[in-house]
């Protein structure tokens, strides 16, 4: 066995050590850690933009045994900064698989670490909240806490930019299916197929694109899709956002997204200590009193303080009270903090592109009435 000795620092000091696999580079790797509790769709996992310059570490322990597949991607590359795991398998049995875990990483260039107290981690976070580590062969705690704060600022950064399309592109089925738009702040393959699956052609905007480009390509609906990073750092789109939300087309906001359609109307979003991230999270809907268990992978939640009128609470996190849906009281708009599109996680609110596609005939509809 040629594995390396390898440390997770965390911010406040604390050492986790293991041994490499996958890419082996002596360079430091700086992200914010954070930690998922699905005990399946570690691929899945690591191709989700929202995990952008996020060091994640798996709850579950053995990780791995099914290999990877090319059907299990969710973007273009992985998209984590680094991997912490407690075992990993690299004999992997499926008969999908193309290679294994550590081969995959590997070939994205990124950093792993196996043999580590995960759980250790996961209490410690649970405890102070998420926290900046740092990926490192040294154990000089003194100069690696220099180098986590002077190198990285996750709160800071605009990660949409590192992971949204950079041109807009379309995909066309059929001429008489319905048209969405869909304004990538890192959006899922898995969204895109659901979508695909309910009759409807796409074209994908780049974040930044204006409401006009939007607009101009006349959609049926519009989606406003998931994404990385604090909603904060994107108040250049909340314009053009507003202008989406006034033009009366409907819309439908996942996680991201839905943090973003409040802020264009005024609502605040704030930090969660430790985030939203697995497949068992319990949300209900307040106008069936059904709850269902949910995806989720966020770190922002919309306050419910100052709520703009216009909007109305429909889903709530059963775990800690959050916002975890909303509608519009006039205009056909509405938006969720889970993740419809599961992958991994439960299907349970696929159902969610179904209603999507319902508003839409409706919207169609009264429209053809008037």
């Not at 994640?56 to 990877?68: A, R, S």
């Not at 154990?139 to 807009?168: C, G, P, R, W």
């Not at 429909?314 to 009281?329: A, P, Q, R």
């Amino acid at each position: 066995m040629n594995n390396k000795i390898k440390n997770l620092i965390l911010e406040d000091g604390s050492i986790f050590s293991g041994y490499t696999f996958g890419f082996n580079s002596e360079k430091e790797i700086v992200g914010e850690v954070v930690f998922n509790t699905s005990m399946t769709g570690y691929q899945e996992m690591l191709t989700d933009p929202s995990y952008r310059g996020q060091i994640l570490v798996p709850t579950y322990p053995m990780i791995g045994n099914y290999g990877i597949s090319n059907s299990d991607i969710e973007s273009s590359e992985i998209q984590v900064k680094g991997f912490v795991v407690r075992q990993y398998s690299d004999r992997p049995s499926h008969n999908n698989s193309v290679m294994n875990i550590s081969e995959y990483l590997y070939h994205n260039k990124i950093v792993g670490i196996f043999g580590v107290d995960t759980r250790a981690i996961v209490r410690k976070i649970r405890k102070t909240g998420v926290m900046t580590g740092i990926i490192t062969s040294t154990s000089e705690i003194k100069k690696v806490l220099t180098n986590i704060k002077n190198k990285f600022s996750y709160d800071e950064q605009n990660l949409v930019a590192e992971v949204s399309t950079t041109n807009a592109y379309e995909e066309i089925k059929q001429k008489s299916y319905k048209k969405i738009a869909i304004i990538d702040f890192g959006v899922k393959h898995n969204i895109l197929r659901l979508l695909q699956k309910r009759s409807c052609n796409l074209i994908v905007f780049p974040y930044d694109s204006s409401s006009k480009d939007i607009l101009s390509s006349s959609p049926d609906g519009i989606v406003l899709s998931p994404g990385p990073g604090d909603p904060n750092n994107l108040q250049n789109v909340l314009k053009d956002i507003k202008e989406i939300i006034n033009s009366g087309i409907p819309i439908l906001g996942i996680c991201l997204g839905h943090q973003l359609i409040a802020k264009a109307l005024g609502a605040k979003t704030f930090k969660l200590p430790f985030g939203h991230r697995g497949g068992n999270q319990p949300v209900k809907d307040l106008k069936n009193n059904r709850v269902y268990v949910t995806a989720q992978n966020h770190g922002y939640a919309v306050e419910k303080d100052n709520f703009p009128e216009e909007l109305e609470i429909t889903h709530i996190n059963l775990n800690d009270d959050t916002v975890s849906g909303l509608k519009h009281k006039a205009k056909p708009i509405f938006s969720i903090q889970y993740h419809s599109e599961a992958s991994p996680g439960p299907k349970d609110s696929e159902y969610i592109f179904d209603e999507f596609i319902k508003l839409i005939e409706n919207n169609q509809g009264s429209n053809n009435d008037k």
